[in-house]
Structures are given as structure tokens and as C-alpha cells.
């Protein structure tokens, strides 16, 4: 068998090179360009950004600033779609998605406000969550930046509940522990270790101060704990984000705690 030059060997190994990264940009080419997008308008065709997205009742999605979410490449089939932002009527119903790229339009009517003999004039203001970065985040964990969990104003107004604590019922990774006085407390996973609790950017100490471990030699009491329902009331949270114990938290929370924090950000959720 013939040996190569090394000039030879050299040529091959940049052929082979380059034919591996023309064939990952093809792939990646391809796969973009089968992406299925729901893009969110109002009657005017104006995009609704930041709607409330969600396909067969799985996970909530957002929708960007020019109102797109990508639904994914796959298969030919029927979705359940419901899309909610405050302020608009509701969309709910079923969507036939190609197994081929496709844009497709979901339109919001606005919720009709009859003002009777007053006119009206103002101009569009951005929103406490906006003005956070709360949607920024969000967008950002769509995109697998971080692994947070976020619930929205639409969200926190579907589920319509009556207390914070039963808001986050359900949430993965986190549960309610309870103090000795049968409080409830944000806990990691199914133990006892309190989450940090954080609204509007500041972290919320019980007590004893922030340093003590709660949940530790004594268990949960209303002392070392942040007792949930009566630091914050339901009708006053705009918007959640969870971070899970060893999660990639926002370094601008400063938070002390190793169990993970649930921010809470307040407001009007009507628009």
C-alpha cells in the first residue's frame, strides 16, 4: 500500500475539515428551516409581544418582541393552542401545523372598555416586568440560557388563585414546607431547606436575619423562616421566577441561600 505525503495528508485532513463544517451548517440550515412559528398579531397586524403560549397544556411559552414562538420542526399534526396577553381576548382552539417550515397567524382581539363621555389619551408605558428585564429572562431560558422557570401575568390570572403559596402548587423542584405554627414556607424539592425569597430585586429576611439555616437543627419556624402568604399578597404579584437549588441565579439578586430563590415582581397585571 502506497504511503501519502505528508503535504499529501495535510490536503485530505483540510478536505475532510471542511466538508464537516459545510455539512453541520446544511444541517443546522435544514433544521431552521423546517421551524413551525406561531407569530402573535392584533386586529391591526401590530405583533403582541410577550403572549402567553401554550401547545397541548405542556409547558408555557413567550412570545418575542416581534410576537414569534417557535413551535419546532416535526411532524404533520393538530395542536390544542392557547395564547393569552393581558389586555386582549383570549385565543383557544386548534391549529393544523405541516411538517414543513410555516408561519403561522394568531390574532388577538382587544377586550372592549367602554369609557362613556371621556376622552382618552396616553401613551404606551412599559410594564414593572419589562422595566425588570423580567421578559428578557425569560426569553433568555427559552433559548436554554438558564433553567428557570417563569410564570407570567396571564398565567397568574388563569390559575386564578387565592394565595401565593397555592400559585406555586405544582411548580417542579420546589413544595411548601410548613413552620411549626403549620406556615407555609417555599422549600427545595420535597425537603426542608427554605428557598431565598426575593420581590421586586430585594431579598426578604425572616426574622432571625437571612444567615440562619432554616430548616435546620429545629426545623421551620416562623422565626427563621420567610412565611409566604403574609409577605406578599396574591393581587399584587405580577410576574415569578424560580430558581432551582445549584440553578444559574442572576448575580444582580444578590442572594444569600444555597437552596435556590423565587423572585416575585409586583404590579398591576392589567394593562
Not at 410555516?102 to 362613556?116: D, E, F
Not at 397555592?166 to 420546589?174: E, H, R
Request: net charge positive.
Amino acid at each position: 500500500m502506497p504511503r501519502l505525503s505528508f503535504q499529501r495528508c495535510r490536503r485530505v485532513l483540510i478536505a475532510a475539515t471542511f466538508a464537516a463544517m459545510f455539512a453541520a451548517m446544511f444541517a443546522a440550515g435544514s433544521a431552521h428551516a423546517q421551524d413551525r412559528v406561531l407569530r402573535v398579531v392584533s386586529i391591526d397586524s401590530q405583533p403582541i409581544a410577550y403572549a402567553f403560549v401554550q401547545s397541548n397544556g405542556g409547558h408555557a411559552q413567550l412570545t418575542d418582541e416581534n410576537g414569534r414562538v417557535s413551535m419546532g420542526a416535526g411532524k404533520k399534526q393538530t395542536m390544542t393552542i392557547e395564547v393569552r396577553r393581558i389586555g386582549f381576548t383570549p385565543f383557544y382552539g386548534k391549529v393544523d401545523f405541516p411538517d414543513t417550515a410555516v408561519t403561522i397567524p394568531i390574532i388577538l382581539p382587544p377586550i372592549a372598555q367602554q369609557l362613556r363621555g371621556v376622552r382618552v389619551t396616553a401613551d404606551k408605558s412599559k410594564s414593572s416586568l419589562e422595566l425588570n428585564g423580567f421578559y428578557k429572562r425569560w426569553l433568555d431560558a427559552q433559548k436554554g440560557a438558564t433553567s428557570a422557570m417563569f410564570i407570567g401575568p396571564e398565567e397568574i390570572d388563569k390559575r386564578n388563585t387565592s394565595r401565593v403559596s397555592a400559585l406555586l402548587g405544582g411548580v417542579s423542584g420546589l413544595s411548601m414546607g410548613h413552620t411549626t405554627n403549620g406556615n407555609n414556607v417555599i422549600t427545595a424539592g420535597s425537603g426542608a431547606c427554605a428557598m431565598a425569597v426575593i420581590i421586586d430585586g430585594r431579598q426578604v429576611c425572616p426574622t432571625v436575619g437571612c444567615h440562619i439555616d432554616a430548616g435546620g437543627k429545629g426545623g421551620l419556624t416562623d422565626q427563621n423562616s420567610v412565611l409566604i402568604d403574609q409577605v406578599i399578597d396574591i393581587n399584587s404579584v405580577a410576574g415569578v421566577e424560580v430558581y432551582r437549588r445549584g440553578g444559574n441565579m442572576p448575580s444582580d439578586f444578590h442572594v444569600d441561600g444555597e437552596c435556590g430563590a423565587v423572585a416575585f415582581w409586583t404590579g398591576g397585571r392589567r394593562r
